[in-house]
């Protein structure tokens, strides 16, 4: 067991929750996520990934086939249901996501770690075209959210949608400032100091 729940990851913790509800095939899940807005939270862009994600799953004994059907003028498709080692596995991996930070590697950050690449106008640029960019998302989710809510959707069923407009509000907060640093230069670069500070601090040239 503590091999395969090593092997979590968002998408397979959201097939194990969906055959924790009942058994259904690829094509339902894949639908479900997107009926249920889920598909902001974990990437079904491609539909093999269900797929594969289901193999997966399947090799490590969390699910297994429970029937093949086949509906009049639709192909053949195969039914799956969680195993015990699977809901046993779905428990533990929620627990684990819950109470533990996990070190993930997005590309904002990395792109930020290397933003005196770009000339400090440049970049301000396309910092406040991302702060256009997060206004529209944050929009778009609140009304998501409260459209979502009115239909007498439970605020338990909507958590993580409220999770996302937390770490929207926070990101424009944080990059406004940034912006404010730059137009006002707190913040500022040029070739010849980032050389400087490069020489300075490159820990070769100490050994």
């Known amino acids: 067991m503590a091999k395969r729940s090593r092997q979590r990851s968002p998408l397979a913790m959201t097939v194990l929750a969906l055959l924790a509800e009942e058994p259904m ?26 797929y594969q994600t289901i193999d997966r799953l399947l090799r490590s004994e969390l699910i297994r086939v429970k029937k093949t059907v086949r509906d009049e003028g639709r ?27 996990s070190i ?9 770690a290397f933003l ?10 396309h910092l406040e075209m991302r702060v256009v960019a997060l206004e529209q998302q944050l929009t778009h989710a609140r009304a ?13 069923f909507l958590i993580e949608d409220e999770y996302k407009q937390a ?12 912006i404010d640093d730059l137009r006002t230069r707190k913040i500022t670069w040029s070739r010849p100091w980032l050389r400087r500070v490069a020489a300075e601090f490159d820990p070769s ?3």
């Open 25 to 50: 095939h690829a094509y339902r899940m894949h639908e479900l996520i997107k009926a249920r807005g889920k598909d902001t939270v974990v990437n079904v862009t491609q539909r093999n990934s269900v």
């Open 75 to 101: 192909p053949e498709r195969v039914v799956y249901e969680i195993t015990g080692d699977g809901s046993a596995a779905l428990q533990e991996w929620l627990r684990a996501m819950v109470a533990e930070p």
């Open 104 to 112: 993930e590697y997005p590309e904002f950050p990395a792109a930020l």
């Open 116 to 125: 005196m690449l770009l000339a400090s106008t440049e970049a301000l640029r």
């Open 144 to 156: 998501v959210t409260k459209d979502a809510l009115e239909r007498g959707v439970p605020r338990l």
């Open 167 to 178: 770490m929207l509000r926070a990101q424009l907060a944080w990059v406004r400032s940034l």
């Open 205 to 207: 040239r100490s050994a």
